[in-house]
């Protein structure tokens, strides 16, 4: 007598200890398919390293003499390539983490503030793969190792100077007047990854492989409603719980029953006391704790916008190398929904089967079996109803696509040039 039993909830491990192994790789092939499915098809944008040049107008176009710095000398003959911005605009265009459509920057300073021992041959980068530091911290005069972070909104675009603790600069506080840019081309695309393609194309194989085999050589009758685990016990009694009436589920989980009477007091159940006390406190949990954030900043950023501020580089933060751990983080989200619907599936099935249970002794009605014979009826929902279970299933879909717009794989390709430096240093992103 092997005394095993299954739940009928379509989340049980239990159950899956009681299947079969083909049956744990269908449902095992599922993973690839969530944490990579919406990572086959991605965005990839670009960011420029640029360097930044203090000088003077006077300085900057007298070309007959060298100031020792051999890249600035090349810039001058190429002054043609670059626009004038005022200081508002030039914030606006460098004050941030990636600077696209735009690469070295020339300060132009007023004479009057220039201190005779400036150092005209210094200049700064903004290197949007350094570590530790902003590549704007330029602006505020900043270290790359300086603790403090710039805040560029604070500085005043009428009176910007170049602090006297700036290497820059020996005495006074140049102030900057305006700034020449240089423009350069914007790059982004669609990508394919065809490796990925080919693993989820395999894996939806493998499904739709099981799928077949399982419609052609099953030969058991498969218990997939309260109808057919009822009809199959009337059928085929079970002898491990023989003369065991009136059973709870406590005695069923210890399995250790013997034919007795037993007492039973009829009382009333409801719904509620279907969710476990750990699902309560969860979400009770999580209502309390995590802030909800403001509905007009998520709507402002856009949906499936690559959005500068919200990009998160796991290379700096778990020392990520390569676009596999970013896809699977990426893609994360998507798993743990899934994990969430079945969750509430079998939440509502153990709720919902209870209900149908009871209406079995209320009226005389045939069961409902996923191969009626005689007066039983036939099923048109396994483990929902249509109203429970349609409503679930549109939910579930507009999450997905929703997850799917906000954290997704991002490939940047970095710059330098205009020759690609470095590409898929920070690929996730967070839009809201």
Not at 326 to 333: D, E, F, T, Y
Not at 336 to 341: D, F, K, T
Request: glycine share 6%.
């Amino acid at each position: 007598m092997a005394r095993c039993w299954c739940f009928l909830d379509p989340e049980s491990w239990q159950n899956l200890l009681q299947e079969s192994g083909r049956l744990d790789g269908l449902g095992i092939s599922s993973l690839p398919i969530h944490l990579l499915y919406n990572s086959v098809v991605y965005f990839e944008t670009s960011a420029n390293k640029y360097w930044v040049y203090p000088t003077t107008h006077s300085h900057l176009t007298n070309t007959s003499h060298s100031y020792g710095n051999s890249d600035f000398d090349a810039l001058k003959t190429s002054l043609n390539d670059f626009e004038k911005l005022s200081n508002d605009e030039c914030l606006d265009a460098y004050g941030q983490k990636l600077v696209s459509g735009r690469s070295d920057v020339i300060l132009i300073l007023d004479h009057s503030t220039v201190d005779t021992e400036f150092k005209y041959t210094v200049r700064w980068s903004g290197d949007p793969k350094r570590r530790g530091a902003e590549p704007y911290d330029w602006m505020c005069g900043r270290e790359p190792w300086a603790d403090e972070q710039c805040d560029v909104s604070s500085l005043d675009v009428d009176n910007w100077p170049l602090y006297s603790d700036n290497k820059w600069v020996n005495k006074t506080e140049p102030r900057v007047e305006y700034c020449l840019s240089k423009r350069t081309p914007e790059y982004c695309k669609l990508a394919l990854n065809i490796y990925l393609l080919a693993i989820v194309v395999g894996c939806n194989l493998v499904k739709l492989i099981g799928l077949g085999l399982t419609w052609l050589c099953l030969k058991q009758q498969p218990l997939l409603t309260l109808g057919d685990v009822m009809a199959s016990f009337l059928q085929d009694p079970d002898p491990a719980t023989k003369n065991c009436s009136l059973m709870s589920k406590s005695s069923g989980h210890r399995l250790h029953w013997g034919p007795e009477l037993r007492e039973w007091l009829a009382g009333k159940h409801r719904w509620a006391a279907s969710v476990s006390v750990l699902r309560y406190t969860l979400g009770v949990e999580h209502v309390s704790v995590y802030e909800t954030p403001s509905l007009t900043a998520l709507w402002n950023r856009g949906f499936g916008q690559v959005s500068v501020d919200a990009l998160i580089n796991f290379t700096a933060i778990m020392s990520l190398e390569g676009p596999v751990g970013m896809v699977l983080i990426a893609n994360l989200p998507q798993l743990i929904l899934s994990l969430l619907y079945t969750a509430l599936n079998g939440m509502w099935t153990a709720m919902l089967v209870g209900v149908e249970w009871n209406t079995y002794g209320q009226e005389h009605k045939g069961l409902r079996t996923s191969s009626p014979v005689g007066n039983q009826r036939r099923t048109y929902w396994l483990s929902l109803p249509l109203r429970y279970g349609l409503p679930l299933l549109a939910g579930s879909a507009a999450l997905h696509w929703l997850i799917s717009q906000s954290i997704f794989f991002v490939r940047l390709v970095i710059y330098e040039d205009g020759t690609i430096m470095v590409s898929g240093r920070p690929p996730a992103d967070t839009p809201p």
